[in-house]
């Protein structure tokens, strides 16, 4: 039987390797493509991966080891020499990844790497990449691509591209600069095919490119990209030099990895964690939250506590503390979602005082209805119509208090330069599990008291 | 002063628009890109936008259109018949997108679209493209690219792009066929610019191709060309003939789209919402949620009205309500949102039974550090120690609950065909919510009754 999904060709792999099997390791991996084998190796142990990278030729096992998460890259990057990285590493990979490679090694082995790398050019360049801010344009770029000057013919430039596609494993633009690098624009590959070969590139190109600054935060530059739907987008210093260029594929990472952590603060759960992580990593990503909602726990308690004796009197206050504190929460997350999601797509339209008020008539309208059915189900079993009163109202306010308050304190945390999402997880509902058995304990005590 | 804002835009377009200054309004539309205007244009009424489109060149304004939402284009599109559809709007747009526009229209109107394009075989390939169901592999492509016979020299090839680029926008990949349209491979534009003349392009294209079927789900798609780093993925049918390629622009609207609802469920929210969204449609995505929280709400009261008994006896029962049902729900949510994770990136190793076990695991963990808290707490407060191992055991045995309740439901969802991201809103926090009392109750009558 072949071997055919991932967890069976893993365990084949690992027999293969802990028997010596090297020719039949070869063959197995021969014919897949190197982000399947990094998904294979993914699980195994360190020697294991070591081992199996060992018998393949360097341009294979660094295409693989380019698809690890850092901390296997990091973890298997260790094993290597300064110069081994330099010689063998960094020959076979773009310079984004190389940058990203490099990223996580110790500064003294970053020297080391730099210092070994043959062609000072590149060196240079790779150093550029290291001081960028993790989380910016310019640490996001890659410096392979192919520019021309306005001053060139058409066949000159084909030419040019054609010395430099050697280097450039695939052209997806070509930029046009003058004499002092600055970004002038782009030229299509539709245009430099369908043109004489003596036009100067003057006439020819496209005077309206939109590039972004190394400075650029990488959220922003996902949503220029986006907006304007770029497959590449030039990247450029305050001069307007052209520096580099980001591709879509990094930012399809960069949407997701945005997408996953707005998910993540959502659902109370810390730090990346994947359904493949151990225990202790598991609960060392779902405590924190769970901490947060054990002291908001302790503290309604002591609410509870304070109106001991009103629940004393009567005990039906206590059948709808779930439901108050429930529906605090579920409308507070709508609410603070709805936020969330307008920031990140820069679509928030109007000032928080616009969104408060629509925020107030939304309250309004969902807590009436909500109101006016609760009221009638706790009339109808026999609660007593001041009683039923006393419940719909608490509702009705609890819903208005939460929207205005789901809806501010994203705004507010925003505002401070702080992740909004931060207050749809277990912040807000807590928040709203205190605030609102509060105002209902409040609401029943001037009514019923 | 220069308008720049969006908000300041649209007020300065809609002034010259009631006033008739036309040629401002053309002005004003000069330098701004076409996403930039389909932004302004988005919250203005549609005469407004029909009066603006008015002002400018077919090819500008078609440009605008691809960029509005599915229902503003629907809108304007109303206003047109289908000849002037056919002849002014698809003559200026991608297939891919032409497809979009039409797929809302009635389907008089877009019998009229097909009928009104004078050629032939672009309309044969568009009611093709229209007989793709939504959301596959099929739906999302275009059929512009370049294509080229295994048989050609790299100079016949070259010639063939020239001609073939008139009507290609951006020339992205180069497919290699065969004489019957069987997709072989695909030839790189590096290759093709540092090959000679004379060499046949069977000895030189890349055989090593990765493909979609037209039926492949648009996650799928997607996932397949986030993990090899694709910009571009051809589309081939059941026989393997190329019908059309899938750019990664597209893809990136998948994975936004697949995050946003993601995130909506779990927010519990229905629909597509936005920030900028009226009061009804505000009210309309929110209220069904609410309603089921509500009907949890109740379910809850009745669970609490059934043990009324034994709150009269033990008041301090009632000060831990919230905290039972608040730790259930985010632990329900954080091993949901797990799950729905996993899944969602194809991330998911083990089995059920394994994931479960795991689970169990962290339940466990979790629930005996938060239990031993809340038991030193509550004796601390003076409840005496037997109340508080009540309280201590009764949360352990909710959060070990609610981790195996919330991981096997999404799982089951999902077997089932179901978006396992239903699990993770309201429904998993109310389930938890009643079943988490139950127990707590249960356990109380157990130690203390």
Redesign the interface.
Known sequence: MTPTTT?ELRAELRRLLSEGQDSAVVDLLEGL?S?DVA?IAQ?LEIPEVLAMLQLLPAERWTDILVYFDDELQSEILENFTGKEIAEVVLENIDSDDAADLMADLSEEKKREVLQNIEDVEYAKDLADLLTHAEGTAGALMATEMVQVNENWTVSRC?RE??RQ??E????HAVYVVDDHDILLGSL???KL??TGARTPIADVYDRSV?SVTSTTDEVEVARI???????VVPVVDDMGRLLGRI???D???V??DE??S???L????SDE????DG?FE??RA??P???V??V???L???V??RN?GE??LL??L??????????G???G??S????V??LANS???GTLWS?LS?EL??GL??GL??AL??LA?SWAVGHGLLFAVAVGVSLLSV?IFASLFGTAVPWALNHYGIDPALA?G?FI??TN?ILG?SIYFAIANALLG
């Open positions: 967890h493509h982000a998904e699980e084909v591209m054609r596609a050697e450039v494993e695939v052209v299509s590959l539709k095919l369908t939109r990209m986006k907006k304007y739907d770029l497959f591709t879509i594929d930012i399809v990472d949407i997701q997408a996953d707005n998910y993540q959502m659902s109370g759960l964690v994947e359904a493949g225990l598991m609960t779902r405590l939250w769970l901490m909602g054990l908001g726990g302790i309604t308690s002591t509870v506590g001991e629940l004393a005990p039906q206590a059948f709808f503390m779930p439901l108050i504190g429930a529906m929460g579920n409308v997350v709508q603070s979602a709805i936020v999601q307008g679509n928030m339209p969104r629509r008539g939304v309208l969902n209805l909500c059915a609760i189900y819903i749809t277990p509902t807590t599990d058995l």
